[in-house]
């Protein structure tokens, strides 16, 4: 790490500040492996050399970074951004990071950066990020604020972009799928009359993180230890090409008493996958 580069990500720092006295006793082969695995000097080298660049600019120095090349269909399904009507785009999210950043960049570019993302709140560590970021921590004091700072989004002027299973997808039955998706994004378009944009974006993970996934699964663990291993995922997708479609909007209205909001999550799930 060069002198002149500013670290963003210190694993030194994060670990002082979350164990206190109790860092010492880590050994310093785990901190050097923890640093490796998040790719602590390539990631802190890169957020330093795009520091200038923030929001849909950021996402989208990003996919280059990444080598990503996006296959897009249904491009026309997005709606204008001209027609005074706001919306849900709802993805799968079967990678953790590339998915993220990409759909940020199409949609912030289709929009002149009117969106806001739904994100684990440890992202907002990541300046160029943070201004089309709301962060969700479910845990804690601002786990009780969740319902707020959902509400803020859905009551902004912004579209919404969402990844309703929350974690990025897992090894299912022999199967790359995510995790049941979650219902706030039927209730809050409902209630603020946004047609929902379904989205599917392919692509995986190793077998190594769906091993660790399902292991963490099986043994109850709530600290996601998987979640660790992303970003050395994301560097194991580099040069890659994805396939993004975009299906047409369902109407708000669609989602009426005949099914319950649960009902109708999967019920758009389902249609994602059927992209």
């Given at each position: 790490m060069g002198e002149a580069i500013e670290k963003t990500i210190d694993i030194d720092q994060i670990l002082k500040s979350k164990m206190g006295d109790k860092r010492k006793y880590v050994p310093r082969f785990a901190v050097n492996w923890l640093k490796h695995i998040v790719h602590e000097d390539e990631v802190n080298r890169f957020l330093w050399e795009s520091r200038h660049l923030t929001g849909t600019e950021w996402l989208t120095e990003c996919v280059r970074y990444l080598d990503m090349t996006l296959d897009i269909h249904g491009r026309e399904n997005l709606p204008p951004k001209d027609n005074g009507k706001l919306y849900t785009f709802v993805s799968n999210h079967p990678l953790g990071g590339e998915d993220g950043v990409a759909l940020g960049s199409i949609i912030g570019r289709h929009y002149d950066g009117k969106f806001r993302y739904?994100?684990?709140?440890?992202?907002?560590?990541?300046?160029?990020?943070?201004?089309?970021?709301?962060?969700?921590?479910?845990?804690?004091?601002?786990?009780?604020?969740?319902?707020?700072?959902?509400?803020?989004?859905?009551?902004?002027?912004?579209?919404?972009?969402?990844?309703?299973?929350?974690?990025?997808?897992?090894?299912?039955?022999?199967?790359?799928?995510?995790?049941?998706?979650?219902?706030?994004?039927?209730?809050?378009?409902?209630?603020?009359?946004?047609?929902?944009?379904?989205?599917?974006?392919?692509?995986?993970?190793?077998?190594?993180?769906?091993?660790?996934?399902?292991?963490?699964?099986?043994?109850?663990?709530?600290?996601?230890?998987?979640?660790?291993?992303?970003?050395?995922?994301?560097?194991?997708?580099?040069?890659?090409?994805?396939?993004?479609?975009i299906g047409k909007p369902i109407p708000w209205q669609t989602f009426d008493k005949s099914k319950t909001p649960m009902e109708w999550a999967q019920f758009v799930e389902n249609k994602v996958y059927e992209l």
């Amino acid at each position: 790490m060069g002198e002149a580069i500013e670290k963003t990500i210190d694993i030194d720092q994060i670990l002082k500040s979350k164990m206190g006295d109790k860092r010492k006793y880590v050994p310093r082969f785990a901190v050097n492996w923890l640093k490796h695995i998040v790719h602590e000097d390539e990631v802190n080298r890169f957020l330093w050399e795009s520091r200038h660049l923030t929001g849909t600019e950021w996402l989208t120095e990003c996919v280059r970074y990444l080598d990503m090349t996006l296959d897009i269909h249904g491009r026309e399904n997005l709606p204008p951004k001209d027609n005074g009507k706001l919306y849900t785009f709802v993805s799968n999210h079967p990678l953790g990071g590339e998915d993220g950043v990409a759909l940020g960049s199409i949609i912030g570019r289709h929009y002149d950066g009117k969106f806001r993302y739904l994100v684990n709140d440890l992202l907002l560590n990541l300046p160029g990020l943070k201004p089309v970021s709301i962060g969700i921590n479910k845990t804690g004091k601002q786990g009780r604020d969740f319902p707020r700072m959902v509400e803020t989004g859905f009551q902004s002027e912004n579209h919404m972009l969402m990844f309703p299973a929350g974690l990025n997808s897992r090894l299912i039955n022999g199967r790359i799928h995510d995790l049941p998706w979650k219902k706030t994004f039927i209730s809050k378009s409902v209630e603020y009359h946004r047609d929902v944009v379904p989205i599917f974006f392919s692509g995986r993970n190793s077998m190594r993180f769906y091993r660790i996934a399902n292991w963490q699964q099986r043994l109850g663990l709530k600290v996601n230890i998987a979640m660790l291993f992303l970003v050395d995922e994301m560097y194991r997708n580099v040069h890659k090409t994805f396939t993004v479609k975009i299906g047409k909007p369902i109407p708000w209205q669609t989602f009426d008493k005949s099914k319950t909001p649960m009902e109708w999550a999967q019920f758009v799930e389902n249609k994602v996958y059927e992209l």
